[in-house]
Nanobody
Framework: QAQLVESGGGSVQAGGSLRLSCENS????????MGWFRQAPGKEREGVAL???????NYDDTVKGRFTISKNSAKNVLYLQMNSLKPEDSAMYYC????????????????WGQGTQVTVSA
């Protein structure tokens, strides 16, 4: 059973940067799309960024141009580089392994991490 473990969260001021990491204990990158999600208190969970097996990436409009998803397959680590952070980016961030059908990523997850908290102050 693979596990996903996020790290790298913290508290920063608006305009700052953080890099989140998600280590997976199984070799998930070859079989799954990988994604970052976030959930703020009182709000629904939302997708932030996706990367598929061919390294095709997709971002939510709210983070385009500021966040970058990437992966290091040799180290089995997924990253989310977050720049120009805003208070509205504050949330618990999760990584997930999502089923891929053909060339499309679904939102059906088989693995989900425990989350890492990001807090951005004004």
């Amino acid at each position: 059973q693979a596990q996903l473990v996020e790290s790298g969260g913290g508290s920063v001021q608006a305009g700052g940067s953080l890099r989140l990491s998600c280590e997976n204990s199984g070799r998930l990158f070859s079989s799954y799309c990988m994604g970052w999600f976030r959930q703020a208190p009182g709000k629904e969970r939302e997708g932030v960024a996706l990367i598929d097996g061919d390294d095709y990436v997709n971002y939510d409009d709210t983070v385009k141009g500021r966040f970058t998803i990437s992966k290091n397959s040799a180290k089995n680590v997924l990253y989310l580089q977050m720049n120009s952070l805003k208070p509205e980016d504050s949330a618990m961030y999760y990584c997930a392994a999502l089923r891929q059908y053909g060339s499309s990523c679904s939102y059906e997850y088989d693995y989900w991490g425990q989350g890492t908290q990001v807090t951005v102050s004004a």
